[in-house]
Nanobody, 134 residues
Framework: QVELAESGGGSVQAGGSLRLSCAAS????????MGWFRQTPGKEREGVAI???????SYANIVNGRFTISRDNRKNTLYLHLQNLTTEDTAMYYC????????????????????????????WGQGIPVTVSS
């Protein structure tokens, strides 16, 4: 059973937009914090954005106002809207679940997870590629 399944990646030109989706099993979605991470070959995985069940969100500095994380609690689905993409955003993007709903309500906790992706993640999606061309 796939617990986290990403979709929506692909290729886009610089300046373009994409929306990534992550469908989660109900048990995972209801009981954990959710987030997006990314990784390029030869580099460590880095945090992008984390969102609590109540919608409280935190972002990595690399986002610089260009990405928006959101969730639809009726559909158990997490989203990441990518805008004004640059070639530097080319990466494999991963959806993850971890921590508790209570912990995730704290901005400082969310930011710690962004800084150290492996700290709180308990479940990872298979990843989906995003390629930005100049």
């Amino acid at each position: 059973q796939v617990e986290l399944a990403e979709s929506g990646g692909g290729s886009v030109q610089a300046g373009g937009s994409l929306r990534l989706s992550c469908a989660a099993s109900g048990v995972i979605y209801d009981n954990h914090c959710m987030g997006w991470f990314r990784q390029t070959p030869g580099k460590e995985r880095e945090g992008v954005a984390i969102i609590a069940r109540d919608g409280g969100a935190s972002y990595a500095n690399i986002v610089n106002g260009r990405f928006t994380i959101s969730r639809d609690n009726r559909k158990n689905t997490l989203y990441l809207h990518l805008q004004n993409l640059t070639t530097e955003d080319t990466a494999m993007y991963y959806c993850a679940a971890g921590g508790t709903v209570y912990a995730c309500s704290s901005d400082s906790w969310r930011r710690r997870w962004i800084d150290v992706p492996e700290n709180a993640a308990e479940y990872w999606g298979q990843g989906i590629p995003v390629t930005v061309s100049s």
